[in-house]
């Protein structure tokens, strides 16, 4: 397998799993009762809690999660099309076409910019790893351009 082949099946896969990782996300945001989705937090942030009590990250969750749950079918559909649009370009790229190559850079720029943001807001580690990784996909989809599209002659 060519290295440029090795990077496009990556970058697929990567693109796979978190677009999927969205859009089962929204779906669940969308489906569950909030009593659901507040114990799920709850089990989730309970072991932080005992280490520290006074943890930021865990008192921002629980400061913010009643409005984040009352908004939640808004974030869910767009969890759901963010998700749906990276399957989408995944299997376009997956597949050689220009199409899927031009959505997934589309997406990356537009989502750089918000998760740049984020990043300088935030500060926090996850962010960092976030922006960091769509920053090396979006400069891998730049470099390897020309072997990642297979061009028709019809």
């Known amino acids: 397998m060519k290295r440029a082949d090795a990077v496009r099946i990556l970058i697929v896969g990567f693109k796979f799993l978190s677009g999927g990782l969205e859009l089962l996300s929204g779906l669940a945001l969308a489906v569950l009762p909030p009593g659901v989705l ?3 937090v ?7 809690v005992r280490e520290d009590p006074h943890d930021p990250a865990v008192s921002f969750i629980q400061s913010h999660l009643e409005g984040f749950l009352n908004q939640r079918h ?4 767009g969890l759901v099309v963010l998700g749906t649009i ?16 031009y959505v997934l850079v589309s997406v990356l720029v537009a989502l750089l910019a918000v998760e740049a943001i984020h990043l ?9 790893l976030v922006t960091a990784a769509n920053t090396v996909v ?4 730049l470099i ?8 028709h002659t019809r």
């Open 138 to 141: 979006l400069a891998l989809l």
């Open 86 to 101: 990276k399957i989408v370009g995944a299997y376009g790229l997956l597949r050689r076409r220009a199409w899927g190559y």
């Open 42 to 48: 709850d089990l989730l942030v309970r072991e932080e």
């Open 120 to 128: 300088r807001d935030s500060g926090s580690g996850i962010s960092l």
């Open 74 to 77: 808004g974030v869910a559909a």
């Open 144 to 151: 390897f351009r020309q072997r990642f599209i297979q061009h």
């Open 38 to 40: 507040q114990t799920i």
